[in-house]
């Protein structure tokens, strides 16, 4: 119960990660704390692009469409092009009609990820798509302290103690909770703190995101780009849109063992953005400049006691490829309803070490493809562009194994599925339910259990305390049970188990099961009750 200084989950961080918590946790109804140092939601772009497993996620907490609307600005932008300057990399590229607002190809195509999601990816800038979170999040029931830092944390035996400073009073006053959510970025302290160790790969170099604004409207009219590499003596650098009409961002890469940010002054940043746009009378604006490096990195252990590390508090990759936000998105998504369960008294602390045991390979992969994308985006590579064709490089590839999924000895253990064909700890596949093609059997889960099978597991489903649903004969031809069989979905749309047929043999027992006694085994398998008691602690 939350007491007032007692919190089930606090949520360190009030990021894109940290707010998705906060809304993930209010969707389970578990009651929540966030902090976060910053007075309000960063002013800077960052990130820029969402993957369809993201929006998939916002589809389920209710804010898939106002996400969506807030990167409105930038739903023409796309296409990777090069040149030494963008009026060049341009000149050759054709205009296109005004009406046409919809990629055709690419990492948001709706054409590419029809056979996989009722969604697609979004395009969109952080700055512009947190306050749209913010906003949703204190509509429910969590409560969220922007300008209060955690300044201490201690481990009791059954709950945490955490430090919490106002950042214009100083004042400090501490709180309670069950659970902690380190979401506090790249920066964050926490890793450090608890001496968690990680496991470091390439670095990308150094880059100073130059944000600026520049009126090139007539310019870019017709031919809005996403990324434009730039190559010319003594500058290199990405130069992407931010509203693809006066907003810009240009990350000139730069060598910090002889120089530094400070050796980039506004009025030599102007030369630059003068060079790299290449075009007459353009007089850019510096806005501000922002210091990174596009780094590999993932932490060792994303658990350590009663904290767990989501975002890339937990892992650090180079943005190519709508992988970095959404990746986190993801980790929150995966772990909320665990925290719920935990919480609920449906299961014991054991199901919390999947966290680990899921998302880590899913980090691990996440950061090695946007390595290589990385790679063939650098300014004067040779490499092929990403051509985006595997449900893995929108988000949606990942497959689990831990123990709260079943596998059979025939499924495939690779940590990214080829396919979304209804083995165990993949997500499930998508289906239309309805003829106007609204509903999803992405949205049947609804951030609880469900059995999705024939009838003849109805019966199973309740005596199980279990919903059951029937999306009919093209979702079990996707699924791998066209033979009658069914498939027990997780409240994060991953499927836990598959029966291929409506009976199933035990190997210990000399008589086939029936569906009642094939899923009662299969649960008695898994590290949690489906059926909540009443109440909550």
């Known amino acids: 119960m939350n007491t007032g ?275 007459p009378g353009a007089e850019p604006e510096v806005v501000s400049v922002l210091p990174w490096e596009a780094r590999e990195r993932t932490l060792d252990r994303l658990r350590a006691g009663r904290v767990f590390f989501a975002g890339d508090a937990a892992h650090q990759m180079p943005p190519a490829g709508a992988r970095g936000a959404s990746t986190g998105i993801a980790d929150v998504h995966n772990l909320v309803w665990k925290l719920a369960a935990v919480l609920d008294g449906r299961a014991d602390e054991s199901l919390l070490d999947t966290y680990q045991d899921e998302r880590h390979p899913a980090a691990v992969h996440a950061v090695a493809a946007s390595g290589a994308n990385a790679r063939a985006m650098t300014p004067g590579s040779p490499s092929a562009d990403p051509d985006w064709t595997a449900p893995a490089d929108h988000g949606l590839g990942d497959r689990y194994r831990s123990a709260a999924v079943l596998a059979g000895d025939g499924d495939r253990a690779a940590p990214a599925a080829a396919e979304l064909d209804g083995s165990p700890g993949t997500r499930l596949p998508h289906a239309w339910t309805d003829a106007r093609r609204t509903r999803s059997t992405l949205d049947l889960p609804a951030g609880d259990w469900i059995l999705l099978g024939p009838p003849d597991w109805r019966r199973a489903a309740d005596t199980a305390g279990l919903r059951h649903a029937d999306p009919g004969p093209e979702f079990a031809a996707l699924a791998g049970t066209a033979t009658g069989g069914a498939v027990l979905v997780r409240p994060d749309g991953h499927i836990a188990w598959r029966s291929a047929a409506p009976t199933t043999t035990d190997p210990a027992a000399t008589e086939p099961a029936g569906p009642s006694v094939a899923l009662g085994a299969a649960l008695s398998r898994l590290p949690l009750r489906p059926c909540p008691p009443a109440g909550r602690r």
């Open 5 to 279: 200084t007692h919190y089930p989950v606090l949520v360190v961080g009030g990021g894109i990660v940290g707010l998705t918590a906060s809304l993930a946790l209010s969707h389970h109804g578990v009651p929540s704390l966030l902090v976060e140092a910053h007075p309000g939601t960063h002013d800077h772009p960052r990130a820029r692009s969402l993957n369809a497993r993201a929006m998939e996620i916002y589809r389920e907490l209710g804010v898939a469409d106002a996400v969506r609307a807030a990167g409105a600005p930038l739903a023409r932008a796309e296409g990777l092009h090069r040149g030494p300057d963008l009026a060049t990399a341009l000149a050759a590229v054709p205009r296109r009609p005004d009406s046409d607002d919809r990629p055709g190809n690419g990492i948001f195509a709706p054409a590419a990820m029809a056979r996989w999601s009722p969604t697609t990816g979004r395009r969109a800038t952080l700055d512009a798509v947190e306050p749209v979170l913010l906003a949703a999040a204190r509509r429910r029931p969590a409560e969220i302290r922007f300008g209060t830092r955690r300044t201490g944390l201690r481990h009791g035996a059954d709950h945490l103690a955490v430090d919490l400073t106002d950042t214009a009073t100083g004042a400090t006053r501490t709180v309670t909770a069950d659970y902690l959510i380190a979401a506090d970025g790249a920066g964050g302290a926490l890793r450090h703190e608890l001496d968690i160790p990680s496991t470091y790969g390439t670095s990308h170099g150094h880059q100073l995101n130059i944000l600026f604004r520049a009126d090139l409207e007539q310019l870019v009219r017709g031919r809005e780009f996403s990324v434009v590499l730039i190559s010319l003596p003594g500058v290199r650098g990405m130069l992407t849109a931010i509203d693809a009409r006066t907003r810009w961002a240009f990350h000139l890469r730069y060598d910090p063992a002889v120089e530094s940010p400070a050796d980039y002054p506004p009025a030599r940043c102007g030369q630059i953005l003068r060079d790299v746009l290449g075009v």
